[in-house]
């Protein structure tokens, strides 16, 4: 395979059509080293030279990276064993993803925190009330006023980067953990699986919302923006690696932590617009259940956490304002996109 | 037990913390905000955006608090729901 002046989204994508081929470039080490090149120069292109369309072109690599992780094996799979250059791939994405993440992040922020646990969930609650998007307008002026279906179901395509895939972080998210916090998670991952009732699983929910508000497949692809696919992809970046774990309860606890107040204005905006109403249900239980799960989380998981090590409290805060900070661009973009005005005050 | 708002509103009424209640629980009363304990459901997310530190964690209930629990019960029955912040209108 010719790999000079490779261009490495579509150098994936032929990749995967053709699920064999892994195992003859995992053998060819000038070709291995050739993509490793490419991956470290579409970053720097991406996120030292601010260019968008190479920013766009890593998002998309790293899309397929995870989708893979997070789907089911095809019997045409099972012999391909991606590992040796995926993982050489994803490292150097992903660090460039990361470093940008942080590189914005005030040391004054994450430091200086209490180390009693219990204090230190205080002092985080506040560390999320001072940020200006967690009460954000595009969810407290445009969706709750101003909205149309359409507006909906183009917020939701967008959302499809998290919610259906939630259950599925928890799971990978709980492998290691002590009891204690194992027991939170597993008890927010029950709750994600209906607490054994089908018809309530989370994923078919949201999927149920998805249909009432007319999303259907095609509309996935062809209407996601950037910085909603970058969204999805540090969330699954922080949940799939086990030396992310820190940083991952802070950025799932303030998903947790944020939703509801966020939902109550989607579930304005259904009923403004006279949608149907089976439709609205995964949003109006989340309205209660995650003020539980961010409860417990912050009590049974951050808590312990900090009181077995004040160091990890740092970990927990990056992962916080990484979530916070990740979702106001993407609340920014999605508010130009639909001509709202309602980007995050200064 | 449902968070209150105590009498340090009485000095400021900022009104931020309307914008974080996921159920509508504020009531806003002619010289400051209450809870509607019949609205609230525990969830605290108000406690940290309060900028005088008014609203008690149900937790942290003493015996002085059963007239700040009383004032939230009785003013939200009369006072209308306050759906978004003085900022945010």
Partial sequence: MKVEGLNLLEWFVAMERNPDEWNFVNEDFEIRSNVNQSARLLAHDAYVNNNQAALATLHECLAIIYRNEFECTRIEQVNADRRPIVSDIQSVLEGAMLQYEMQGLL????????????????????????????VHPFYTRFLSEEATAKDVKYYLIQETNLDPRFDDILAFMQIGLPVGQKLELAKNYFDEMGNGVEADVHSRMFAQTLRAAGVDDSDMSSAMLLQSIVSGNVSSCLALSRRHYFKAVGYFGVTEYLAPRRFKHVIKAWERNNMPAHGIEYHKLHVYIDT????????NVVVPLVDQDPRIGREIAIGALIRINSSARYLDELSVRLGSNTTTPA | MPYVVGKECLSCKSTVCVDVCPVDAFRDADYQLVICPDTCIECGVCEPECPVDAIINPEEYTGENHDVINLNSELSKTSPVIFKSVTAQ
């Fill in chain 1, 107 to 134: 040391n004054s922020d994450v430091s200086g925190f209490p180390a009693n646990g219990k204090e230190y969930v205080k002092w985080l609650k506040k560390l999320v009330s001072k940020s200006p998007s967690s």
């Fill in chain 1, 292 to 299: 539980e799960h961010a409860n417990g989380w912050f009590n």
